[in-house]
């Protein structure tokens, strides 16, 4: 984790929940974790990242607990262990994912996730039963972060999350695009996030030995989405999104910018976790979430903008990863967040 990383406050108002209103409490671990208590009440502050990673670890001790007083019952000390142990014993993500659900619900109470294959489609839906709203919001993301951080590490790869929707409405976050990806809503009908099921069949790669230095690390690990900001993935993300569809260079080309040879920028992409396509891919998506929820250009001028030559092409390709059409997914979105507005506002 570099220095200059960061997070917002508004995920260290969530560790610091279980704590209630003992304001003294709450001052000593900031201190102790080296966070300056006035960020609390300016959720989008930024937090030294290594400082939120001290934080965690410092409120499991404090709450006794690894899901930091937001669940009824919570997880003991050890149990995160525990279930890293049984799922580094199954051979792919899919048995693994299964297995993480089933044993998180051995632990809380609140909170239950369940995982759905649909064809292409894996989606973790959950259901939340605090009676605090407060503890469901923030027991909700924590619970999310966990599921797809651990799916990461097991896979030993990034896994890009291509809709994420919770039922609670919040402000917007700049972590937010990181953490969740760029199909993000707010104040939707149930929590759940979706990806491509294909990851699913990727083994295990994790063992003991690595199991141990997670472990170690385990924050770090748990707050992945906001490293490797500065990798050689990111420069890629930020490389295509400065550009049209029509002047993204190819893998050589791209390569060459960076005074690789081809086979080195193909190795230096697969440690990250990803290959030139896969960015690619997810970056075509995400121009496409958001111009479909926050322009105001034609269906058609997007399908040009993203490199399909027919209109129909972008259609099939769309509903491909959303199913449903571009035109539906618009209006379904903006009625959204016309209803988020109005709460907010309320």
């Not at 896979?155 to 919770?166: E, L, S, T, V, Y």
């Not at 060459?256 to 440690?271: M, N, V």
Request: glycine residues 6%; charged residues 25%; hydrophobic residues 40%.
């Amino acid at each position: 984790m570099r220095e200059k990383d960061s997070v917002a406050a508004y995920f260290v108002q969530a560790m610091l929940h279980g704590m209630g209103d003992d304001a003294q409490r709450v001052q000593a671990v900031l201190e102790q974790a080296g966070i300056d208590p006035a960020v609390i009440g300016q959720p989008t502050a930024r937090v030294p990242a290594n400082a939120f990673a001290a934080l965690w670890l410092i409120q499991i001790r404090e709450l006794n607990d690894e899901f930091f007083g937001l669940d009824a019952h919570g997880m003991p000390p050890g149990a995160f262990a525990l279930i890293c142990r049984a799922l580094i014993q199954e051979p792919d993500l899919h048995k693994a994912m299964r297995q993480c659900l089933a044993n998180f619900a051995l632990f809380l109470c609140d909170f239950r996730g369940t995982l759905t294959v649909r064809g292409k489609r894996a989606v973790i839906s959950l259901d939340s039963h605090s009676a605090n709203e407060e503890a469901s919001r923030f027991g909700e993301e924590t619970f999310l972060v966990l599921m797809i951080s651990l799916l990461c590490w097991l896979g030993g790869r990034r896994i890009p999350i291509d809709r994420a929707d919770f039922r609670h409405a919040r402000l917007s976050l700049s972590d937010d695009r990181l953490l969740w990806g760029p199909n993000l809503t707010f104040g939707a009908e149930r929590t759940e996030i979706e990806f491509a099921s294909h990851y699913l069949r990727l083994p295990v790669v994790q063992d003991l030995a690595s199991l141990k230095v997670f472990l170690r690390t385990a924050p770090q690990w748990l707050v992945i989405r906001f490293r490797n900001q500065h990798g050689l993935a990111s420069q890629v993300h930020q490389r295509l999104r400065s550009s049209h569809y029509s002047d993204w260079p190819t893998l050589q080309a791209f390569a060459l910018e960076q005074h690789l040879s081809p086979s080195t920028f193909r190795r230096k992409l697969e440690r990250e976790g990803c290959s030139y396509q896969e960015i690619k891919d997810e970056v075509r998506r995400a121009v496409a979430f958001e111009q479909l929820r926050e322009s105001r250009a034609s269906i058609s001028d997007i399908a040009e903008q993203l490199g399909f030559q027919e209109p129909s092409a972008f259609h099939r390709a769309f509903k491909k990863w959303t199913g449903e059409s571009p035109g539906r997914y618009r209006a379904r979105y903006q009625g959204e967040r016309a209803d988020v507005v109005a709460e907010l506002g309320a």
